[in-house]
């Protein structure tokens, strides 16, 4: 986490909360598939990346979530992608593409419904003392 907006009600009228969080890959890995239930947007600074994304449907017989992920997009260095949305496709996992070297992007987290998004990120890892920097985990 580079940085967090404060909370809604502490914002001027007309903001609302976001979050700049950058994500690391190695060679070959990929992020969870997740869902954020907020506004998201990859933008990739170095590597190659695939964004594997669709939707998250509920299996009648057992009431179990079950992520599909129907589409993939490549993205490309300082070019942002189209955001996906809560509503339709924001299911997704990134991918270093090369197995070579390692990937970097920044992802951007927008609540445009004015929640904090900190519950986007359930897996705190704590704040470095001189930075500020928050550490995640999805």
């Known amino acids: 986490m580079l940085y967090q907006s404060p909370e809604f009600q502490q914002l001027h009228f007309g903001t609302i909360p976001f979050a700049v969080v950058a994500i690391v890959l190695s ?16 933008l990739l600074i170095y590597g190659d990346v695939v964004e594997f994304y669709g939707y998250t449907d509920k299996l009648l ?22 955001y996906l949305v809560p509503e339709n496709d924001n299911t ?10 390692s990937a970097v992007t920044l992802n951007l987290y927008v609540d445009a419904h004015g929640r904090s998004i900190r519950h986007a990120f359930p897996n705190f890892l704590g704040i470095d003392s ?3 920097a928050e ?3 999805e």
């Open 130 to 132: 001189q930075s500020g």
């Open 92 to 101: 997704h996992r990134l991918q270093e593409a090369s197995d070579k070297s």
């Open 61 to 82: 017989s057992s009431g179990m979530d079950i992520a599909i992920l129907d589409k993939s997009r490549k993205l490309k260095v300082f070019q942002p992608e189209a």
């Open 135 to 137: 550490w995640w985990t």
């Open 27 to 42: 060679p070959g890995q990929s992020t969870i598939t997740h869902d954020h239930d907020v506004e998201c947007g990859p």
